[in-house]
């Protein structure tokens, strides 16, 4: 099976900054696509940031200019680094991977257990 570890949740002050990382284990042959999504209090989940195996990264318009993905093909991780952090950046920030794990299957979606960041004077 797959395992998405996260880590490097936690609380911050307005315009602050947090990094957290995300990395993929298990039965994996290829992961297609690695992002992040958030859900906040009473909120739906959404995507945060996205990035595919080529590198092109994909943000929300909420995030761009302050957030960077990144990703390490050679360990099946990904970053995002946030900067300039909102109160309104509150959430529950869950890891996303599309992961081929066999020649015979399609490409799943796998989730981390989810990482709290609390952006709060």
């Known amino acids: 099976q797959v395992q998405l570890?996260?880590?490097g949740g936690?609380?911050?002050q307005p315009g602050g900054s947090l990094r957290l990382s995300c990395a993929a284990s298990g039965s994996i042959l290829s992961i297609i696509v690695m992002g992040w999504y958030r859900q906040a209090p009473g909120k739906q989940r959404e995507l945060v940031a996205a990035v595919t195996s080529g590198g092109?990264?994909?943000y929300a318009d909420s995030v761009k200019g302050r957030f960077?993905?990144?990703r390490d093909n050679a360990k099946n991780t990904v970053y995002l680094q946030m900067n300039s952090l909102e109160v309104e950046d509150t959430a529950v920030y869950y890891c996303n991977a599309r992961i081929k794990t066999s020649v015979i299957?399609?490409?799943r979606d796998f989730w981390g257990q989810g990482t709290m960041v609390t952006v709060s004077s």
């Open 68 to 70: 960077t993905i990144s």
């Open 105 to 107: 299957w399609a490409p």
């Open 5 to 7: 570890v996260e880590s």
């Open 56 to 58: 092109s990264p994909n």
């Open 10 to 12: 936690g609380l911050v």
